[in-house]
């Protein structure tokens, strides 16, 4: 099973930093040549492990961070696509993993105005605003999609 | 965790949705916990999640310590 795991989970970031979005089950099955059913138990144990959050109703993967498979306020333009990062912390996980520029588009968390962050090859280079992390630490995978 | 325009901006926030404020800092700062989390290849077989004591010497060596950042103590 541990070898299933980590075998999904290669294919799984492989798939996600190649394109920008998590694969679907289906997808991973063909990419793998695993049963779908046996994918399903192997993304619950990683999901247990906290390395992907599923979608409650489908199974499907909802976050292989900091990639999210929906779309949110978080859009990360990379030279070869755009993506959506989970919040402001992952959407700077995007080019933190691609080892590649990106500029981050968001709106103030409070009034909706448009920000910007640009990240090029020596790492911030445009700065705006504060972040908040708006739940203590200890209790960020209590509801993961609300931090 | 969002993006605001200001300090300020961020208690407005608070104010409307009647939520604490929680722990305020830099995209700098922020950039450089989002290097340090997700820098390691996780497609390579031997990664794995960083440890309770892992993740908190991470968090230490960007100066976020005190109560808002302990993982071992749920707060209030």
Redesign the interface.
Known sequence: MADLDARARHHIYDITMARGAPPTVAELSTAMGVATDQLRASLGRLAAGRVVVLQPESGEILMASPFSAVPTAFVVETRRYAAFGNCIWDALGIPAMLREPATIRTGCGCCGEKMELVVDRNGLATSTGVVHFAIPAARWWDDVAFT | ???????E??E??GR?WS?P???????????R???A???PN????E?R?PSLEETERL?ASLG?TG?????????G
């Open positions: 965790m969002l993006l605001f325009r200001s300090e901006h961020v407005r926030w409307q939520l404020r929680g722990a305020v800092m830099t995209p700098e700062r922020t950039w916990l989002a290097l989390w997700f820098g996780r497609r390579l077989p990664w999640r968090l976020l109560p808002f950042w302990n993982l071992r103590r749920p707060q």
